[in-house]
């Protein structure tokens, strides 16, 4: 059984400040992957990262940064300097064998990032 | 060249009617999902479709059922429709492979009423 847990439900900074959202993972894959996804307020779901459970390097991309400790089952995202349009839904999701040749995205409940003008 | 693309984006009916929404991918994926979004925004997973083949049913009821005519299209027909069946309802496709990401449609809110 896989579960993804993002135990903040909601989050509230002022512009600029960082901010770091939160996901702890559990599966019994040795072999697995995991994703970030943002829902903006007009609803739709963007994919934002990728990353495979063998490679724990983290990741920058803008002010976007990832996180993935093994050790600890986690995949957290940073926000640096964050702006008003920051603002939305982010998932974490987890991809591993679910039987029968199938491999199931489950998804955390999300968690809602405000920022703050 | 929308990836993902569902129809309708609003969808307002009665309790009791039967109704459908579509979905195609231009992406050349063969796994095709449907996803519930309910109030909370909790994402559960519905139904997955891999070449024509139903290969994930979570425990969803049977007035629920997916169509897919081929492996571009995954449409979603939903019978006696019920007022806890209001939610955003979101189609996706990937590749089969596990190490891709899914794309998702830009959803289908439905209300029951």
């Known amino acids: 059984a896989q579960k993804v847990t993002q135990a903040q439900t909601e989050i509230s900074v002022v512009e600029k400040e960082d901010v770091t959202l939160d996901c702890v993972y559990e599966t019994r894959d040795t072999t697995y992957y995991l994703f970030w996804y943002k829902q903006p307020p007009s609803g739709e779901l963007v994919f934002l990262i990728r990353r495979n459970s063998f490679d724990e390097q983290n990741e920058i991309s803008g002010r976007y940064s990832w996180n993935f400790q093994k050790s600890t089952s986690s995949f957290n995202f940073t926000i640096t300097a964050s702006q008003v349009v920051d603002s939305a839904v982010y998932f974490c999701?987890?991809?591993?064998?679910?039987?029968?040749?199938?491999?199931?995205?489950?998804f955390g409940k999300g968690t809602k990032l405000s920022v703050i003008p | 060249d929308t990836a993902v693309s569902q129809t309708p984006k609003y969808l307002v009916t009665q309790m009791g009617n039967d109704k459908s929404i579509k979905c195609e991918q231009n992406l050349g994926h063969d796994t095709m999902y449907w996803y519930k979004q309910d109030s909370k925004k909790f994402l559960k997973i519905m139904f997955s479709?891999?070449?024509?083949?139903?290969?994930i049913n979570e425990t969803v009821p049977n007035r629920f059922s997916p169509k897919s005519p081929d492996k571009a299209h995954l449409n979603l027909h939903i019978n006696s429709l019920e007022l806890g069946d209001s939610a955003v309802y979101f189609c996706?496709?990937?590749?089969?492979?596990?190490?891709?990401?899914?794309?998702f449609g830009q959803g289908t809110r439905l209300t029951v009423v």
């Open positions: 996706a496709s990937s590749h089969g492979t596990p190490n891709t990401e899914a794309f």
């Open positions: 479709y891999n070449n024509k083949e139903l290969i």
């Open positions: 999701a987890l991809r591993g064998y679910s039987g029968a040749g199938s491999y199931q995205l489950t």
